[in-house]
């Protein structure tokens, strides 16, 4: 291929501020938002009935389509293994990925709907420079909370477990309590204020046991926001710009950066 070309085509494809790149990715956007209804469509029964082939076949030509992409994007891309183990482009083989396994598993094909997340590409076409700002915030919360949100979790699962045991040998297959582990179940059930109600305690010992992790329920469900709100506000805030890296694809780089902040690339 033409190395003028080539380059005339990334610029296509994996840019966004040129006129090209944009109407190119604002189509993309438009065909997985069609794809994405027409599969969300077949798994009604009355329109598979009615139109079941016309919309395998629509399917069908999208998958295509999106295939002839993926590949196409691999081709004109410098650092190849780069963009295949990037997170687009994870989301992009994965979006064509189960079109070709139901084949083996026909209900595979339904999983295509997980192209949704190629709509992420929109913080990138249309400028949405507050919403990637707050996200990358959110994101360093998420990290920064991890040890307490791991130990947070480790106290629940030894919670689950102690309770889990004591109401199996309280309550008994009797109740419901069959085993361990379904005991536990009940506990996660419980401790999480779903309550399905498919087993319950019959005893006065379990129902008083019960009463009491309802009460602590309440008390650790605000505990991971309580975590995740502090280190929020705490969160320093850095400016990004959504400049792709033609190396890696990273986009959250300073507003002032020469370089790329992830493999080094200069941007």
């Excluded at 650092?79 to 687009?88: G, K, L, P, T, V």
């Excluded at 059930?189 to 019960?210: E, F, M, N, R, W």
């Excluded at 469900?221 to 929020?232: D, H, Q, Y």
Aim: net charge positive.
């Amino acid at each position: 291929m033409n190395p003028k070309f080539k380059s005339t085509l990334y610029e296509i494809i994996f840019e966004s501020d040129t006129p090209r790149g944009k109407a190119f990715d604002v189509l993309l956007i438009l065909s997985i938002l069609v794809s994405s209804l027409l599969i969300i469509l077949e798994s009604i029964n009355s329109i598979q009935n009615r139109i079941g082939s016309l919309l395998f076949s629509i399917e069908w030509l999208f998958v295509i389509l999106f295939t002839l992409e993926y590949f196409l994007r691999i081709y004109i891309v410098k650092q190849r293994r780069q963009y295949i183990f990037s997170f687009f482009g994870l989301v992009d083989l994965f979006s064509i990925f189960p079109a070709y396994v139901s084949f083996l598993l026909p209900s595979a094909r339904f999983l295509m709907v997980i192209r949704v997340f190629r709509l992420l590409r929109l913080f990138r076409i249309f400028k949405m420079m507050r919403y990637v700002e707050e996200s990358g915030t959110l994101i360093r919360a998420l990290r920064a909370s991890r040890p307490k949100i791991i130990v947070f979790l480790f106290t629940i699962m030894f919670i689950v477990i102690i309770t889990g045991s004591t109401m199996y040998v309280i309550e008994g297959p009797q109740y419901g309590f069959n085993n361990i582990p379904e005991s536990m179940y009940w506990a996660i059930v419980t401790v999480t204020t779903v309550g399905y109600g498919d087993i319950s305690p019959q005893t006065p010992a379990g129902k008083l046991i019960s009463s009491l992790l309802m009460v602590v329920a309440y008390g650790i469900i605000a505990v991971p926001t309580g975590i995740i709100t502090s280190e929020l506000a705490s969160a320093s805030k850095k400016t990004v710009q959504l400049a792709t890296c033609p190396h890696c694809f990273s986009e959250d780089h300073a507003s002032d950066a020469i370089f790329c902040n992830k493999c080094g690339g200069r941007l």
